[in-house]
């Protein structure tokens, strides 16, 4: 299959902002890369959302964040928009860093990372909405290793608008901070709650809010209303500290993701340090 | 399987033969043989008689893909409806036809179609499968996909320079500068306002979470309401009251006033704060950018259309009855109750009678 001038090569993943796919790119592109994560908005995008995602589209590459997926291209075909981010060969897993002091470091180390950049999507005025292990993915640039956030949702909703919730799997349901689950609302303090999520998710293998019954969004969504969630307490304090600030309560969270990345920051230098 | 149903046809008024099948998602027909430029696809169509209408097929979210020379133009026409897309690969270029919902999408490719693969999307049962090897015969396992081979062509044309070949397609100059300055999301500094600002009348749960006052469960943490706690009403903020559930198995969280619509960030109250904007996708645009109002008064939901195009009709949960809401009449819901807008249908859940 074809989207616009890219060969569809397969489904990469479903998330709460629509299908990803994969695809080879164009030779216009002129990049080396086989492969490509193609973004389509699956709808017609009105005027006003064009105009928007546009207006993203050139932020996005202005700024050309290390700390986001690579933006390659974007366009619109029959008047659906598409967006191409290069493809990472590795992200976060659940339950990937159990004990181990370089891997807890090197999982604190990408957390940050994806932390700027969900503060750079912030001070461009949008909320990423979707943040869980799966979208931290795992750069390599000569050799070190960096966390960039992946699967941006742009363009999709203008100010004081949310969509539908329950998307994506059901599964992602558990990253989502309570007040989205309960009202909808997301911005920078529902991604630093789901930036504490899943720094926890890939630290542990507790689930906070433990096994999520999958029938319906609606029995997810209750579980998770009624359910407070439960931080592992096996893990090393000064994460569990960053962890907690990130599950309280609005107000009392970290003001910005820019924050949570410093303390994160700190915190890494200080893993298996004392033991 | 059980409910699939495959026949070969044979129309001899049209000279066409092939396979439809059928089944609860759909039809997909597929002409064995390039048919007679004369022959008029609706009318081949009409006259398979269980065929049903493109139209309809469209309306019950059915999926149809017909292949077969166009008419007007020299080429192969495919003609698609519903949840279905097709690869038409020619000697030079490969083209990808996807209809937008609710609509039927007519494709000419010209003359040199070496293949057709036709995709069900994912809301659609399989229905028959082949591949280029052996066309035409049905797999043993349902498979998504189907690949038709077309009769062989003589000369293949010229290939069309890139420009045409995509002109469906337009690319972002991203250079630019971004013609807005973006304005960064606030930081919560101060506490929520209470959800929706509303204070009301309610019971509270052995932690103190505010409830309504027929709660059996907390709405907010799941424990059972203390014995005493229902002799006692207090007043307190609001919590969210309950969900709509899209037949998508996706919900809308219901914290405050909203609206519903394709273009909601377009209303004034959603502009200045009043209400919460809830996008509802709909390419056909049947659904209007403004089309439903949600108001909270005390714990009741009440709807009202917004003079919608199309309307907006509600069934009684309680009572089974079917009504069509008048624009600006507002309507309390209760839980259970389904709202019929075209496309979408939302079924009111209310955390109290959980």
């Known amino acids: ?275 | 399987m059980n409910d699939q149903h495959v026949q070969y046809f044979v129309d001899g008024r049209h000279g066409a033969s092939g396979i439809v099948c059928t089944s609860p998602a759909g039809r997909v027909l597929l002409s064995e043989r390039p048919l007679d430029p004369a022959v008029d696809v609706d009318a081949l169509v009409d006259d398979l008689g269980e065929v049903a209408a493109v139209g309809q097929m469209v309306a019950t979210s059915g999926a149809l893909a017909l292949i077969a020379p166009a008419r007007s133009l020299p080429g192969t026409a495919v003609v698609l409806a519903g949840d279905v897309a097709a690869t038409v690969t020619t000697a030079t270029d490969k083209s990808f036809v996807r209809p937008v919902p609710g609509a039927v999408a007519r494709h000419v490719v010209g003359d040199g179609v070496a293949s057709v693969a036709v995709e069900l999307g994912a809301q659609t049962p399989s229905v028959v499968a082949g591949d280029e090897a052996t066309p035409w015969s049905l797999a043993s396992q349902p498979a998504r996909r189907l690949v038709v081979a077309a009769a062989p062509q003589k000369a293949a044309p010229l290939p069309p320079p890139m420009a045409d070949q995509d002109a469906r397609v337009k690319v972002l100059d991203l250079g630019p500068e971004p013609a807005e300055v973006p304005t960064p999301l606030p930081i919560d500094t101060l506490p929520p306002p209470a959800v929706g600002g509303a204070q009301v009348l309610g019971i509270r749960c052995p932690v103190g979470h505010h409830n309504h006052p027929d709660a059996q469960y907390c709405s907010s943490c799941g424990r059972r309401m203390g014995v005493n706690a229902t002799a006692v009403l207090v007043i307190g903020p609001r919590p969210p009251v309950g969900l709509f559930l899209t037949d998508d198995g996706t919900a809308i969280p219901i914290a405050g006033d909203l609206l519903l619509g394709r273009e909601p960030e377009t209303h004034a109250d959603v502009a200045d704060g009043r209400r919460q904007g809830v996008l509802l996708p709909d390419d056909s645009s049947v659904i209007s950018r403004h089309h439903l109002a949600v108001t909270l008064d005390g714990w009741d939901v009440a709807v009202s259309d917004l003079g919608s195009a199309n309307g907006t009709s509600v069934k009684s949960a309680s009572t089974g009855l079917d009504y069509r809401l008048q624009p600006g009449d507002a309507v309390t819901l209760e839980s259970g109750d389904l709202l019929d807008l075209g496309p979408i249908t939302l079924r009111l859940s209310l955390h109290h009678v959980a």
């Not at chain 1, 006003?48 to 700024?63: G, I, P, T, Y």
């Not at chain 1, 470091?105 to 005025?125: I, Y």
């Not at chain 1, 920078?188 to 890939?202: C, I, N, P």
């Open chain 1, 1 to 275: 299959m074809r989207i616009a001038d890219y060969d569809v090569i397969g489904v990469s993943h479903e998330g709460n902002h629509g299908t990803y796919y994969r695809a080879r790119p164009p030779e216009r592109l002129g990049i080396s890369d086989p492969e490509v994560v193609l973004k389509v908005l699956g709808r017609r995008a009105t005027d006003d959302e064009f105009k928007r995602f546009a207006n993203e589209m050139r932020l996005l590459n202005r700024l050309d964040s290390p700390y986001l997926a690579k933006l390659l291209d974007a366009g619109s075909v029959d008047g659906e928009v598409f967006m191409a981010t290069r493809r990472y060969e590795a992200s976060l897993n659940e339950a990937a860093a159990l004990a181990d002091d370089d891997a807890v470091r090197a999982t604190v180390e990408l957390v940050a990372d994806a932390a700027r950049g969900a503060h750079a999507l912030h001070e461009m005025g949008v909320a990423h909405r979707d943040i869980r292990p799966s979208n931290v993915l795992i750069d390599r640039p000569d050799g070190r290793r960096r966390g960039r956030l992946g699967d941006l949702g742009l363009a999709e909703m203008g100010p004081g608008v949310s969509a539908t919730i329950g998307t994506g799997p059901i599964g992602s349901l558990g990253y989502m901070a309570p007040e989205v689950v309960a009202e909808g609302n997301a911005g920078r303090g529902s991604d630093v709650w789901s930036l504490g999520a899943t720094l926890h998710a890939a630290l542990s293998d507790r689930p906070l809010f433990g096994e999520i019954p999958d029938r319906s969004v609606l029995d997810a969504l209750r579980h998770l209303a009624r359910t407070t969630p439960r931080v592992d307490d096996r893990l090393d304090s000064a994460v569990t500290d960053v962890i907690g600030q990130c599950l309280a309560d609005r107000t009392e969270r970290f003001p910005t993701a820019n924050d949570l990345a410093i303390e994160l920051d700190r915190v890494a230098t200080t893993i298996g340090a004392t033991t």
